[in-house]
């Protein structure tokens, strides 16, 4: 399961609003973040094209499931939602959170609290950004930071990184489709 949500990152002068979207991976907390001047449909499915499900087959891991909140960017018809005809083809379920209860999606919250305090309060004070890339580039470097050296306290990381607990969890997550389950096992057939 993967946690994604929106947030609002602020205003920088010459660059206008920032939205930042994040996936979480809700077991390992290994997590996402690209920003955009927008927040829609759109840029909530080209963060999963671009960033998270290259990662997952990289790592030969199925995402089978999305939580996100009841945003217009997640949610619409799904014969004419951007976002939700890309889980549709990438055959991922959509979960979403129940209406005004922002805690159901605690995980992200919490991200963004924490990239709030140990990345952007630190980066906008050094620094003046003119373009998105260029926040882009120094988010990416944290990202890695907190992935691969932050040891992290979560429910199942014990102290390790996101990415150690990544690493140590792939059977499990392997093992998560149940259909390979049951082929593999051979207790009875599926219809």
Aim: glycine share 6%.
């Amino acid at each position: 399961l993967g946690a994604q949500d929106t947030y609002y990152v602020g205003y920088i002068k010459g660059v206008g609003k920032i939205y930042q979207q994040t996936f979480i991976d809700t077991y390992t907390r290994v997590a996402f973040a690209k920003v955009y001047d927008r927040k829609n449909a759109l840029v909530a499915a080209e963060m999963l094209n671009d960033k998270v499900l290259p990662f997952y087959q990289e790592q030969q891991v199925d995402l089978l499931r999305i939580l996100t909140d009841r945003g217009t960017e997640y949610c619409g018809a799904r014969e004419h939602h951007e976002y939700q005809l890309y889980l549709n083809i990438e055959d991922i379920d959509h979960t979403k959170t129940k209406a005004k209860s922002p805690q159901t999606n605690g995980i992200c919250e919490r991200f963004h609290r924490t990239m709030q305090e140990e990345f952007y309060a630190i980066a906008f004070r050094k620094k003046l950004y003119n373009t998105l890339e260029a926040l882009q580039s120094d988010i990416d470097q944290w990202i890695d930071f907190y992935n691969s050296e932050r040891p992290h306290s979560g429910r199942y990381c014990f102290g390790k990184t996101p990415m150690k607990t990544f690493a140590d969890s792939k059977d499990l997550a392997r093992g998560k489709d149940i259909n390979d389950f049951f082929r593999q096992n051979a207790i009875f057939k599926l219809s």
